[in-house]
């Protein structure tokens, strides 16, 4: 099979970016596999298992493939930020995912500087949740099975063709799988994306860090004094205690490797008695990692009907722990895009609109990711600029502001015109029910009327409707997307149900 991108969607509906070379394959029919699934999703990472959980909810057929036969075994702790969090209680997640995960403070992420989250920041969820990433891989992968994906282990995506119909998908042992949709959520290296011939520009790696978890033979006191003293001139480096005598070790590799395979204890060794003349006896690693600052952003997130999403589409230092919450968020964000395409309610444009909105995400992370990687340079011009950025940290607009970037609170989607609200997450405010994001558990629209004199007449089947005089709100009415964002503000019937077409398309009792 070969792997150039087809597509048979005209090439006009297309209204993101440059329209790549189209390669025109006519429906044949005879010879194809039966059309079984709506949506394949190449990879059983966090970005796939989640964007299958929200297919489900549509109830779209999903089908996950993951080339690897067991869950990952590296235990790679990663931090869910404000928005992860919100996601998780706006599909009633939460309360699972927090029993495996530890609460920190928000603040001192950026660069790692560290400076408190101003008290006030606008969310219910306003900590960091520090947690194992199999652990969230694997309640993610749950929860869509629950809700009936079907999950396929040890079959690696090797090739594909479009036509007009759909996608055909051929595995690593030749294998052929249809589906009306193909979802590459296959990570940094993604074949899906190699396959379709998106560009993945951006810059190589300049410096490596090990990263890992293992015991120390020193007391902490020791290990605190010399770290404090390392850090002066090395900012990637720490040894803090994280777990009945186990430690969390960050140190600069010796230099840049191009290895998939993780490091030897004795790499780790090295490096710290270069670095800091001792190497603090450590032994008995739990996991060890490398990872580099290689910063990458795919030139398109969809070619027809194959898109891409996570590591697949962005690739960046993990320094501000963002980048699984990146994946997650542009699963949330697809999900009832392609849901509605494929049962068949979806304005035209709506499915490119997770383009057109994501990746200015995605290019705004990599940019902070490489403002971040400069700020932790030991050169004395980094190091000045870092002790400026410290200093302005201290007055809260500025703390705010980088805060809200690396947890996803201040992302404004582009909507038009309208008053600052329209086009952001609304936070988890009180309603007469509870609270807002348990109303938001179907992944469906919502109308929060404090009028009570608007309806969602025929979108009814796609949007709920909440009457609430009392809800903490400012403005009269708020339309929400499934995703949780102000799709429109007002208290016009006619004005309202222009933007439920928008977004939700023709109401169900029109042609
Ligand atoms: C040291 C380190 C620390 C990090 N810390 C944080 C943090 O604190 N916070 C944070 O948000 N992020 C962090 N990250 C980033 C985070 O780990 C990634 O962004 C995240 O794993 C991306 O998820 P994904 O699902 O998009 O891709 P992946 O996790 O890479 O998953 C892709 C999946 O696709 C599968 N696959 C690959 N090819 C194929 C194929 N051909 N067919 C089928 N399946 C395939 C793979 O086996 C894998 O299971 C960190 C990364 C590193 C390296």
Redesign the pocket.
């Known amino acids: 099979m070969h792997s150039q991108q087809v597509t048979a969607e005209p090439p006009s509906n297309d209204t993101v970016g440059e329209v790549p070379r189209v390669l025109w394959s006519p429906a044949s029919g005879a010879d194809r596999a039966p059309l079984i699934f709506d949506v394949i999703i190449?990879?059983?990472?966090?970005?796939?298992?989640m964007l299958a959980a929200e297919l489900r909810l549509h109830n779209v057929r999903v089908l996950v493939?993951?080339?690897?036969t067991e869950p990952?075994s590296f235990v790679?702790?990663?931090?869910?930020?404000i928005r992860?969090l919100e996601l998780m209680a706006m599909r009633g997640l939460l309360d699972r995912i927090r029993q495996h995960g530890r609460q920190r403070p928000a603040g001192g992420f950026f660069a790692a500087i560290p400076k408190p989250a101003p008290k006030d920041l606008d969310s219910a969820y306003a900590y960091l949740l520090g947690i194992p990433?199999p652990v969230i891989?694997q309640l993610l992968e749950e929860h869509a099975i629950e809700l009936g994906a079907q999950v396929r282990r040890g079959?690696?995506?090797?090739g594909f063709e479009q036509d007009d119909e759909g996608v055909t998908v051929e595995l690593?042992d030749g294998e052929q799988l249809r589906s009306r949709y193909l979802v590459g959520?296959?990570?940094?290296?993604?074949?899906?994306r190699k396959l379709l011939g998106v560009g993945f520009p951006g810059e190589p790696s300049r410096t490596e860090?090990l990263?890992g978890e293992m015991e120390v033979g020193v007391p902490q006191e020791e290990i605190a004094a010399k770290v404090a003293e390392i850090r002066e001139t090395h900012q990637p480096f720490w040894l803090r205690p994280f777990d009945e005598g186990v430690y969390s070790v960050v140190v600069p590799a010796a230099g840049v490797s191009d290895r998939a395979e993780p490091p030897t204890l004795e790499d780790f060794q090295q490096q710290l008695r270069t670095i800091a003349g001792t190497d603090f006896g450590v032994h008995s690693p739990r996991w060890l990692?490398?990872?580099g600052d290689t910063t990458r952003l795919a030139e398109r997130y969809r070619v027809g009907r194959v898109l891409l999403?996570?590591?697949?589409a962005h690739?960046h230092p993990?320094i501000?722990?963002?980048?699984?919450?990146?994946?997650?968020q542009?699963a949330f964000n697809l999900g009832w895009k392609l849901a509605a395409q494929i049962r068949g309610w979806a304005p035209e444009t709506l499915l490119d609109t997770y383009q057109a909105e994501r990746r200015p995400v995605a290019e705004d992370v990599l940019d902070n990711t490489r403002a971040q990687m400069e700020l932790l340079s030991t050169e004395p011009g980094p190091q000045a600029v870092r002790r400026l950025l410290t200093e302005l940290m201290d007055f809260d607009e500025v703390n705010r502001h980088l805060i809200e970037k690396i947890t996803a609170i201040g992302i404004r989607y582009d909507f038009g015109e309208g008053p600052d609200l329209l086009g952001r997450r609304l936070p988890d405010i009180d309603v007469k029910q509870g609270n807002l994001y348990g109303l938001l558990h179907h992944g469906r629209g919502l109308l929060l009327d404090r009028t009570e004199r608007l309806t969602v007449g025929g979108w009814s089947d796609r949007v709920d409707y909440l009457a609430d005089p009392t809800a903490t709100l400012d403005v009269p009415c708020v339309l929400l997307r499934p995703d949780g964002h102000v799709a429109w503000i007002g208290d016009d019937q006619q004005d309202l149900n222009d933007h439920l077409s928008r977004w939700f398309g023709k109401p169900a009792n029109r042609p």
């Open positions: 190449a990879g059983c990472g966090p970005t796939g298992a493939l993951e080339k690897e990952k790679r702790i990663v931090g869910l930020h992860s990433q891989e079959c690696a995506v090797a690593a959520c296959d990570g940094g290296r993604s074949t899906v860090t990263m990692s490398r990872f999403a996570g590591d697949a690739i993990p501000g722990g963002q980048g699984l919450n990146l994946g997650v542009d």
